[in-house]
């Protein structure tokens, strides 16, 4: 079960409803019980309340976001609503115990600082790059992390909160999080990708999310868009993959292949510093023909990806979040991303799935991991609440 630890005294006292006011160091470890402490109406008297100084009776659920620079932390109502959020530097080479540690301190600096009140959070959820092994709450790689190698993260995470700890690869709990209050909270069904230093995703259908039987579900920067013989490796080693042809990192490295013979590119200017994605966009927007001729190569691929994933699945929608997304629908170029992929798509798909295809950009932002992270927590808390019910 990816549950985590859940001591059966501590789960029964949130689903009865009580709110922690009889809390009793016999129950727990000195350490521990000083850490509840800190969340317990002894310290932050009575219900959470929001900026309007209402009470906040929503079960809370916990969101953690680990990336290679930050940790996000994030505060989730019941409807998905951001209550309060806070961020670290992950430290990386200090390990990741520390991260937990430290997630644990700023999580009561929050709660203390916004006036929420910890008894009310059911559960918390986990969203980490790299592979992992769900089932088991172990983090196995990370790219960029190597002092984070194979770590048992889900554990440690409930041990120190206190809490069941739901885990998820970051691209998947942000696709969640789009799923549930993002741009595809209308529908019923979306692929996510998430185009950054490489190319990320997630796949949630019927509220489900597809995490694979080897936690690999959703990897659709993975996808193979070039068999031919010069195809461009992927940073996981195999040719003619996605994240080759439409990361934030492979368009740079094409404007590099390509400037020599654009001479009038205003991409020669952006050289003195380093170039990047969003100047390719900016450049774009003003007119720089090489700069929307790398643009449209990423959307060339792109649709490649999404017609394999689309013809599989069917999805009602295609999200596409991340550093890269050229200003979105503000801007013309961001316009023109989403219309070039649409027709690079209707060749491939069929004729009602192209037309009602929804093509959108992702509207959660940084958000969305920490968003979803929570939403897996909420969505397994339940599973656990109706499995609890049926038992009874
Ligand atoms: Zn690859």
Redesign the pocket.
Known sequence: MAGGIIASHRFRGRTDGTRGNGLNCANFPPGLYCFLRLFSPLSSPGPSVNSTQEPIQSPLFVGVDVGGTNVKLGVVDDRGALIAKSDFPTCEDLGPQYAVDEARERIAELFARKRLDYAQVVAVGLGTPGTMDIKQGMILEPPNMPGWRHFPIRDRLSEALDRPVTFANDANAAAFGEFWTGSAAQYDSLVFFTLGTGVGGGIVIHNLLVDGEHSLGGEV??IRVDWGADARR?????PG?L??YSSATAIVKRAHEWLPSHPQSVLHTCLEGELTAKEIGDAAERGDRLAQLLINEVADYLARGIAIVANTIDPRAILFGGAMTFGKRETRVGRGFLERIRAGLQPELFPQMHQQLVLEYASLGSDAGCIGAAGLARKEHQQRIASQTKAD
């Open positions: 920067g993975h992927c940073s996981c080693g195999r993959h994240e080759a």
